[in-house]
């Protein structure tokens, strides 16, 4: 069984700082894709980065970067030069590849991160 | 293109009340699943389908009803509403085949059951 792990329920930042929003996960796939969502006050889920388990390298988008350690099953991300419009929920994910993607997605129980001008 | 367009957006019900949540993609997406959101608790699985004709139960199916009877419709239906079926509802889509295809939200139906 496949499970997600966000140890932070609430997290505050300083504008311009950067952070780290934790996430470990637990399966005993080798191929899975590890997913981070933003959801602002509005309601929508937007999707930030993604990262496979075969990735030699850390996924980065802009501000955004996956700290992945595999042997730590730890897939933190980690937002630099943080905005005020950084100031939402944040999810991680987690779906099992053996059967080519049609596993769901599981979801953490998210952090939510305050931006601090 | 429309993407994941959930229907409707806001719903008030009464305990014992049945109702339909309509979810509709045309990106003609094999996969489609549907999640609540609670305070706390993230989002969790409901139900799920890997194509027409073929669904199975996630984390929480208990009091819902699903069917695919098309490749872009994936209706979630609560027999018989209760106050703890109160939620956001998310359903979301993606092709099958890599674990990294990009995965599309709906933008959320907000149900209360009073």
């Known amino acids: 069984a496949q499970k997600i792990t966000q140890t932070q329920p609430g997290m505050f930042v300083q504008e311009k700082e950067a952070v780290t929003l934790d996430c470990t996960y637990d399966?005993?796939?080798?191929?899975?894709?590890l997913f981070w969502y933003k959801q602002p006050s509005s309601g929508e889920m937007i999707f930030l980065i993604y990262q496979g388990s075969y990735d030699q390298q850390n996924a980065t988008e802009g501000r955004y970067s996956l700290n992945f350690q595999k042997a730590r099953k730890s897939a933190n991300l980690v937002i630099s030069a943080s905005q005020l419009g950084d100031s939402a929920m944040y999810f991680c994910a987690m779906r099992e590849g053996a059967r080519s993607g049609n596993t769901p997605l599981v979801f953490g129980k998210g952090t939510r991160l305050s931006v601090i001008a | 293109n429309a993407g994941v367009t959930q229907t409707p957006k806001f719903q008030v019900l009464k305990t014992g009340q049945s109702m339909t949540l309509q979810c509709a993609q045309d990106m003609n997406h094999e996969y489609m699943s549907w999640y609540r959101q609670d305070p706390g608790m993230g989002l969790r699985l409901i139900h799920y389908s890997v194509g027409a004709g073929i669904t199975d139960q996630g984390e929480v199916p208990n009091g819902y009803n699903v069917s695919r009877s098309t490749t872009e419709d994936f209706p979630l239906r609560l027999l018989s509403a209760a106050p703890s079926q109160t939620s956001v509802y998310f359903c979301?889509?993606?092709?099958?085949?890599?674990?990294?295809?990009?995965?599309?939200f709906g933008e959320g139906s907000w149900l209360t059951v009073v």
């Open positions: 399966t005993s796939d080798p191929s899975y894709g």
């Open positions: 979301a889509s993606s092709p099958r085949g890599m674990v990294g295809n990009t995965i599309y």
